[in-house]
């Protein structure tokens, strides 16, 4: 998809999913033989439920047929939310993240696994768990030091009520 026309759909469609209350995370089309799939990731700091997906997908799919956003011929719409283990990438993101355990890739190559305990607008303060008996230590993360992040996912991690009690 051309950077006008993926511009054009996230003008088109971002109002939409913002008055719902979500954050438009990604737009993707792909082709699947001769018919297109426009894939649309939604979020919010509180989630996203079945009921709000399927209302934003309502309310995109009305607006995109009522233009002509995807051309002609025949696409399939899919609208859901992001994955267990999606890419780190904004603000946002990480303060959502808060509380989990991610791996981040930073630029000088190291790997840190850790947990996100704060978020501000320059990075991320974490707490690295310690290994072989010794107590986790703090550490913090800019943005701008961050290649990569992701949230890892924790099996057996507690619950914060089971922590609280």
């Known amino acids: 998809m051309s950077t006008t026309h993926s511009d054009r759909l996230r003008a088109l469609l971002e109002p939409l999913i913002a008055a719902q209350g979500l954050d438009l995370e990604e737009i993707e089309v792909a082709s699947v033989g001769r018919k297109r799939v426009l894939r649309v ?14 209302d934003v997908s309502r309310a995109l799919s009305e ?24 890419p780190l990438t904004e603000p946002r993101h990480y303060e959502r993240a808060t509380g989990r355990l991610a791996k981040l890739q930073l630029n000088d190559g190291a790997e840190l696994v850790a947990r996100i305990l704060a978020v ?12 072989k008996g010794r107590k986790p230590t703090a550490r913090r993360a800019e943005f701008a030091d961050i290649a990569k992040a992701r949230v890892e996912i924790e099996f057996n991690r507690k619950d914060k009520k089971e922590e609280e009690a």
């Open 41 to 54: 990731v939604v979020d919010s700091d509180e989630g996203a439920d079945l009921d709000q997906v399927a």
């Open 63 to 86: 607006t995109l047929d009522e233009t002509d956003a995807m051309g002609e011929g025949e696409y399939t719409l899919e609208v859901g939310t992001p994955g267990a283990e999606r």
């Open 120 to 131: 501000d607008e320059t990075g991320v303060d974490l707490e690295v768990p310690g290994v």
